[in-house]
C-alpha cells in the first residue's frame, strides 16, 4: 500500500485509501485542498506555526506518513530444548508453508505483511521430532516461545495474547479430564459399571467446561480473526450449529478461511441430507480396469445401495468391515448391493486393503476428494443408505444400525 501526492502548478492529485481527487483550478487554493484531506482523512492534528513557504511540503510529508498503516509483522520465536539449533523452522497459513528459517542459538525470526489479522502454525523440525505452536499473525511484534510439545506461550499484541489465555485455560481443562480419567483406570477398587459412571461424569464436565470456554472466546471475539475458532469448535461439525453462529458472527469471523470452507461444507451436507436426491460424480480411473466409472453407475438402479466411504489406512474403517460382510453375505441379491468408495488414499494402498480385507462388493478406487466435498463429509467411515430411486434413506450409520436399517427398509 503506497500514497502519492504530486503538485503541479494548477493542479493536485491525491490517491490515497479513501478516494481520487483531482483538481484543476487556477483559482483553487492548493494549500487548502491538502490541509482538508490530511484533516478529514488522516486524522492528521496540524502544527500551530508553520513557515508559509513551506506548508505544502510539510503536508504533503504528513500524509504519506499519516495515512499509511502499518501491517507489518516481526514474530521473535525461540525454543527452550537446544537440540532444535540447525533446524528448520516453517510458518504455515491455511495449513500450506509460507515461509521457512534455520533455528540459531535457540531463536529464529519471521517477518512480513499481514493486512488482516490470519491463524497460522509455527512447526520446527528436527528429524522425527516436532514442536509446534499456533500464532496470530497481526501487525507488531510477535513472541512465540516453544517450550514442549504441547506447551508454548504467546505475547506482544493482543489477539496472540488473548489466544495465549484461552489455549491455556482450555489445555487446563483438558488436563484436569486426563488426570481424572488416569486416575479411574488406575483404580482397582472400582466396578465396572461405577467406573463407567464415574467416567461418564468427567466427560460430561469436561464438554461443559470446553463449551463455556468457546462460548467465552466467540462472544470476546466475533468481530475478530479468534472468533472463528470458538465457533467452530463450538459447531462442531452441526451444520444448524453453524448456521445459528454464522448468523451473528461479524464479517472477520465469516471471512476467515477456515469458516468460509465449513460453510462450503455445510451446504453440502444439506444437499445430501436424508431425503435429498444422490449427487452423481465420475472417477476417471475408478474402476478395476482403471477404465472412468460413474456413482451412478450403482445407485439410482432400483436397488437399496449401501456405500461405504474409507480408506486403507483408517483403522475404523477396517473395524467396520467385517459388520458389512455379515451384512453383505445376508442380504445381497436383486434389492440389495454395497460400494466401496476409496477416498483420501492412494491406488496401491487401497488394491493391497483389498488382499488383507473381508471386501467382496464392488469398489471404486482413487476417488480422493470428490466425493466427500460433494457430500460434505469430514471423517471416515462415512456410510449413506440409497433407496431404489436414488433417494438418501439414512446417512452417518455405524454398527448394528446398519443391520437393522437394511432389514426394516427391505420388509417395507
Known amino acids: 500500500m503506497f500514497y502519492k501526492v504530486k503538485i503541479l502548478v494548477n493542479c493536485v492529485v491525491f490517491f490515497d485509501k479513501i478516494g481520487i481527487f483531482v483538481v484543476s483550478s487556477k483559482r483553487f487554493d492548493t494549500k487548502r485542498l491538502i490541509f482538508f484531506n490530511l484533516v478529514t482523512h488522516c486524522n492528521f492534528t496540524p502544527p ?65 505483511e499481514a493486512a488482516t489479522p490470519a491463524m497460522a502454525r509455527v512447526q520446527l523440525q528436527q528429524e522425527k521430532n516436532r514442536l509446534r505452536a499456533t500464532v496470530v499473525l497481526e501487525p507488531g511484534v510477535i513472541g512465540v516461545e516453544l517450550i514442549d510439545r504441547t506447551t508454548s506461550n504467546l505475547t506482544g499484541t493482543p489477539l496472540n495474547e488473548a489466544y495465549d489465555a484461552y489455549d491455556k485455560k482450555t489445555t487446563a ?22 467406573m463407567a459412571a464415574q467416567r461418564e461424569e468427567l466427560l460430561k464436565v469436561y464438554r461443559a467446561d470446553t463449551k463455556a470456554a468457546n462460548e467465552e472466546m466467540f462472544v470476546a471475539h466475533k468481530e475478530d480473526i479468534l472468533g472463528a475458532s470458538a465457533m467452530l469448535e463450538l459447531a462442531n461439525y452441526d451444520a444448524e450449529k ?53 456413482f451412478s453407475d450403482y445407485v439410482g438402479k432400483g436397488k437399496y445401495v449401501l456405500v461405504d466411504f474409507w480408506a486403507s489406512w483408517c483403522g475404523p474403517c477396517r473395524r467396520e468391515m467385517p459388520n458389512l460382510a455379515n451384512v453383505y453375505k445376508q442380504y445381497k441379491g436383486d434389492k440389495f448391493e454395497i460400494v466401496g468408495v476409496a477416498v483420501w488414499d492412494e491406488r496401491p494402498d487401497t488394491e493391497k486393503a483389498m488382499t488383507e480385507l473381508p471386501i467382496t462388493w464392488p469398489v471404486i478406487y482413487d476417488a480422493q476428494k470428490i466425493p466427500t466435498d460433494l457430500y460434505g463429509i469430514y471423517g471416515i467411515p462415512e456410510i449413506i443408505l440409497f433407496g431404489p430411486d436414488g433417494k ?21
Open 173 to 194: 481443562i483438558y488436563n484436569t479430564y486426563r488426570e481424572g480419567y488416569t486416575a479411574l483406570r488406575e483404580n482397582k477398587e472400582l466396578d465396572a459399571e461405577t
Open 392 to 412: 438418501i434413506v439414512a446417512r452417518g450409520i455405524r454398527g448394528e444400525t446398519i443391520g437393522k436399517k437394511i432389514a426394516e427398509v427391505l420388509a417395507e
Open 242 to 294: 453453524f448456521d445459528s453462529l454464522y448468523m451473528i458472527a461479524g464479517e472477520a469471523v465469516k471471512n476467515a478461511p477456515s469458516v468460509v470452507k465449513e460453510k462450503a461444507r455445510c451446504e453440502a451436507v444439506k444437499r445430501t441430507a436424508e431425503g435429498q436426491m444422490f449427487v452423481d460424480f465420475t472417477i476417471e480411473k475408478g474402476n478395476a480396469d482403471s477404465t472412468p466409472v460413474k
Open 48 to 112: 500551530l506555526v508553520l513557515m508559509k513557504r513551506n506548508i505544502v511540503f510539510l503536508m504533503a510529508a504528513a500524509l504519506l506518513t499519516s495515512c499509511g498503516a502499518n501491517t507489518g509483522y516481526t514474530l521473535n520465536g525461540s525454543v527452550a530444548d537446544s537440540t532444535y539449533n540447525g533446524a528448520t523452522a516453517y510458518l504455515y497459513i491455511n495449513g500450506e508453508p509460507q515461509d521457512s528459517t534455520v533455528v540459531e542459538n535457540n531463536a529464529f525470526v519471521f517477518t512480513g
